[in-house]
T-cell receptor, first 112, second 112 residues
Framework: DAKTTQPPSMDCAEGRAANLPCNHS???????VYWYRQIHSQGPQYIIH???NNETNEMASLIITEDRKSSTLILPHATLRDTAVYYC?????????????FGRGTSLIVHP | DGGITQSPKYLFRKEGQNVTLSCEQN?????MYWYRQDPGQGLRLIYY???????QKGDIAEGYSVSREKKESFPLTVTSAQKNPTAFYLC???????????FGEGSWLTVV
């Protein structure tokens, strides 16, 4: 099963871009990369996902390397409300079903 | 609005008592999940269900039980056999063949 590695913490100045890396070197060809974030004491919120191509939506951009072994979530203009734990996951296969598994993620602190 | 509803938000239990956490979804999702989160930690999978009347143990199923009698409901019972039940519990759902997981707002369980 593919696993992900993320730095435990990062910080970013308000208004600047936040670039959150994720390593998933054992990802298989048909596994997607997903990003979620969790604000304290709330349920995780979906941000974005991708397979091969870079993706962008109203919340963030996802850059996946050509070999798919790593990706970067970009928050283009971070605000204080973006302070949260960010999880990078891949869809794992278990008994024919995909079971989402979350690690500790990256704690992002956006400061004024 | 469609979503996942967990109740209660806060629950106190005396040692030796069983307690049931409710999870209801109106997203017409086939798959439902229960996760446990301890302070500063990631999410750990307790149980999951891909279809009505079927469920599988996750990584930390001991001391917990579930049922899936209806598609929209996946209650979790924390039994007295669970030695350290104080935690934040998250319910989630997804389409079996879909990509995105949706989470409820979580339930805080404290053993007093």
């Amino acid at each position: 099963d593919a696993k992900t590695t993320q730095p435990p913490s990062m910080d970013c100045a308000e208004g600047r871009a936040a670039n959150l890396p994720c390593n998933h070197s054992t990802i298989s060809g048909n596994e997607y990369v997903y990003w979620y974030r969790q604000i304290h004491s709330q349920g995780p919120q979906y941000i974005i996902h991708g397979l091969k191509n870079n993706e962008t939506n109203e919340m963030a951009s996802l850059i996946i390397t050509e070999d798919r072994k790593s990706s970067t979530l970009i928050l283009p203009h971070a605000t204080l409300r973006d302070t949260a734990v960010y999880y990078c996951i891949v869809r794992l296969a278990s008994g024919g079903s995909y079971i989402p598994t979350f690690g500790r993620g990256t704690s992002l602190i956006v400061h004024p | 609005d469609g979503g996942i509803t967990q109740s209660p938000k806060y629950l106190f239990r005396k040692e030796g008592q069983n307690v049931t956490l409710s999870c209801e979804q109106n997203l017409n999702h086939d798959a439902m999940y229960w996760y446990r989160q301890d302070p500063g930690q990631g999410l750990r999978l307790i149980y999951y269900s891909q279809i009505v009347n079927d469920f599988q143990k996750g990584d930390i199923a001991e001391g917990y039980s579930v049922s899936r009698e209806k598609k929209e409901s996946f209650p979790l019972t924390v039994t007295s056999a669970q030695k350290n039940p104080t935690a934040f519990y998250l319910c989630a759902s997804s389409q079996s063949s879909g990509n995105t997981i949706y989470f409820g707002e979580g339930s805080w369980l404290t053993v007093v």
